[in-house]
């Protein structure tokens, strides 16, 4: 994460450096002390606990009993304010796949260790696949889940499969740590991920991560095998990529977004 900005203003710094702790303790797992904060922000230590304090008071932090700092309830109403718009801002964007390649389109987004999808638009096939808003899954056994966790380290990526298990959900989903980051690695090598077969049984799905999106997202489709094949990947995988970037870009445009 870039250092804090600087600004002119100190009420603006102050709101700067809180929104920059917030983020921190969201990539640290949530929860965090003090001195890791100082650590990673280099900000002073009188600094951020002013900073906790007020953002404890708001209710957007919340102070353990173990004397460390997790993000508040508070956030959890603007995080879903957030992702009900963020599912809105992507819809053309869906609406675009889903013309292009004939496929249901898909957005989805990690949260914690699960992948929620926020948002769809459905393939106008009379055979098409569908996924409920909302819905959250495991990423091991998800194309989506595949590309969102693809560039994090081993080690991260072990410590999540750990915490939620790899459960089958058909006979051809990934169970084991090594053959999930082998499956990791396919993806940063070819630039996209793939569920054949692996969340249910005769569908496959190609997703692709937003590059240098605000926040870890991405984008599918999915559809029956007999029409996702090998061949149609080809023609599918580059119109999934030039609209992960233009979304990505629209997003990290904070004078608004467009198609």
Known sequence: MAEPKTSGGGGVQSLERAFDLLERMADAGGEVGLSELSQSSGLPLPTIHRLMRTLVACGYVRQQTNRRYALGPRLIRLGESASRLLGTWARPYLARLVEETGETANMALLDGDEVVYVAQVPSRHSMRMFTEVGRRVLPHSTGVG?????????DEVRA???RTGMPAATEKTITTPDAFLDALARVRRDGYAVDDNEQEIGVRCL????PDAPTPAAVSISGPAGRVTDVATDKIVPVLQQVARELSEA???TTGVAP
């Open 146 to 154: 595949k590309a969102l966790l693809a560039h994090t380290p081993d």
């Open 251 to 253: 997003l990290a445009d």
């Open 207 to 210: 997703a692709v991560a937003l």
């Open 160 to 162: 999540l499969l750990a």
